[in-house]
């Protein structure tokens, strides 16, 4: 028995001390439902991280919610940005995301969505500034341009949204940008053409609005709405070939993934697969064809947040496949498109709340967890 005991006692051990080792390393495999594997190297923590954003496979910027931009390198070290304009920060707001211009390479523009006040912090808006990013030991913001506002200002810190997305290369939106507005939590503004919240946004590169936006009859602010009837969409990006896909966050549990399309009336908050906090029902899209149904939904919640379909060559098995963040799910959600329809098939958790993804020319996953002290992390198919 007591040799049992101490083999017993030897190989927890043998874990305890190869747990300690791990986190030492700052390095982890990760087995995922269907029993892919992926192998995480930490580079570097981060205070309530929201976005981040691959300049190249060298250098990324990464925004924390209180107000600080990071430039960061492959080897994780990290330098403030200066003169990024000062942030409304509570709740869910604060600094948001960032994005690169198309040709950065050229013009060193970045576009930086945040939360800002008016009457003394009372009600709050999001809005997106361009600016030119100098790079070096002391990188620097400057020629700060506003390009886009959440109309009305309201109060609150919840649903700003404001992720963003530049259109790709070779398509029609080549160099307009799309921008999430959130509910701001007031959900009927999400119907109405005189706000522009509960909407997508779609601008040129300067802030103006294309003459080929689909609302042009339904007032000034409408002719810069691509969609409508959104709550809080959290992930917005590109798949090859040009389809535009998000996920949305759904209220008690019927999270979306939808595809976007232009002109279309996404439902919120007249329809939703999930059901209010307060337990109240409401009708699924499918009682109304007025309403683009998601073409996936979660119930229980899988709280989504960033999104990126993966190319690259690291696992090349999963060319095509949509990747979420899960925030209450704590996992890297992977999704497969079987002619064009999503279905998910496996998730990798680590017990951490996934915040945003991107993926690198080479195939490199990049993931920044959220909370306090969170990692930036590196995947990739082996050590
Ligand atoms: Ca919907």
Redesign the pocket.
């Known amino acids: 028995m007591k040799l049992k005991f101490n083999l017993v006692g030897a190989i927890f051990l043998a874990l305890f001390l190869g747990g300690v080792l791990a986190n030492n390393l700052h390095a982890k495999q990760i087995i995922g439902t269907r029993g892919s594997k992926i192998f995480g190297e930490v580079l570097a923590t981060f205070d309530k991280p929201w976005a981040l954003s691959l300049i190249n496979d060298g250098t990324m910027l990464i925004t924390t919610k209180n107000g600080t931009l990071w430039l960061v390198d492959a080897s994780g070290v990290k330098k403030p940005v200066g003169n990024v304009p000062e942030v409304s920060f509570g709740g869910q707001g604060g600094l948001g995301d960032v994005i690169i211009h198309p040709e950065f390479d050229k013009n060193r523009l970045i576009y930086i969505s945040y939360v800002s006040s008016d009457n003394f912090g009372l009600t709050k808006f999001a809005k997106v500034i361009r600016a030119k990013l100098t790079i070096s030991d002391t990188p620097i913001l400057t020629g700060i341009t506003d390009i886009w506002q959440q109309i009305p200002a309201t109060r609150g810190s919840g649903h700003f949204s404001h992720k963003m997305v530049f259109g790709p290369a070779g398509s029609d939106y080549e160099r307009d940008i799309f921008i999430i507005s959130g509910d701001r939590q007031k959900m009927y503004p999400a119907q109405r053409w005189d706000t522009n919240l509960g909407k997508i946004i779609r601008l040129t590169e300067d802030g103006k609005v294309p003459k080929d936006n689909p609302f042009q009859n339904k007032g000034l602010l409408a002719k810069s709405f691509w969609t409508l ?1 959104h709550r809080n969409v959290l992930g917005i990006a590109f798949r090859k070939g040009g389809q535009l896909w998000s996920t ?1 966050m759904g209220p008690k549990d019927g999270d ?1 993934l ?1 595809l976007i399309q232009k002109g279309a009336n ?3 908050p007249i ?2 697969e999930g059901s209010h906090y307060s337990g109240i029902k409401i009708p699924s ?1 499918k009682t109304s064809t007025e309403f683009q149904a ?1 073409a996936l939904f979660w119930i229980p919640t899988i709280a989504p947040s960033g999104l990126a379909f993966y190319e690259g060559a690291e696992f090349p098995t999963w060319n095509g496949n949509a990747l979420i963040g899960g925030l209450r799910s704590r996992a890297l959600i992977r999704i497969e498109f079987n002619n064009d329809k999503p279905e998910e098939v496996e998730r990798f958790s680590w017990s951490k709340r996934v915040r945003d993804i991107e993926i690198g020319k080479d195939g490199v996953i990049w993931v920044i967890e959220d909370g306090d002290n969170a990692s930036l992390i590196k995947f990739l198919k082996s050590p």
């Open positions: 009837g949305e979306e939808n996404y439902g919120w329809v939703s899209h998601p």
